[in-house]
């Protein structure tokens, strides 16, 4: 089992910045990729970001040149810094690993972006 701890969300105007962290723990070892996921109010779950453990990256095409992934200090830790907030940003985010065949999610933390 993959247990997922995220921290860093919170109420930040439009225009500013926020990072988001994700820590891994349990049964790490196969964790092949992490990333991090959204959900807007009556939107369905959306990809955001997602960083592989051979360093492959990809992003949604809304955070594009906003949003960078990164891994973090620890062995399975990946960061989501995320830049030029806009209030449709405003959403839970949520932090996944993918291990063989099954996923992992975090309880999810919220980030809301006033106008």
């Known amino acids: 089992q993959v247990q997922l701890a995220e921290s860093g969300g919170g109420l930040v105007q439009a225009g500013g910045s926020l990072t988001l962290s994700c820590a891994a723990s349990?049964?790490?070892?196969?964790?092949?990729?992490m990333g991090w996921y959204r959900q807007a109010p009556g939107k369905q779950r959306e990809l955001v970001a997602t960083?592989?453990?051979?360093?492959?990256?990809h992003y949604a095409d809304f955070v594009k040149g906003r949003f960078t992934i990164s891994r973090g200090g620890a062995r399975r830790e990946v960061l989501l810094h995320m830049n030029s907030l806009k209030p449709e940003d405003t959403a839970v985010y949520y932090c996944?690993?993918?291990?063989?065949?099954?996923?992992?999610w975090g309880k999810g933390t919220l980030v809301t972006v006033s106008s």
């Open positions: 996944n690993a993918h291990k063989y065949e099954s996923d992992y």
């Open positions: 349990g049964s790490v070892v196969s964790i092949t990729s």
């Open positions: 960083l592989t453990f051979e360093n492959t990256i």
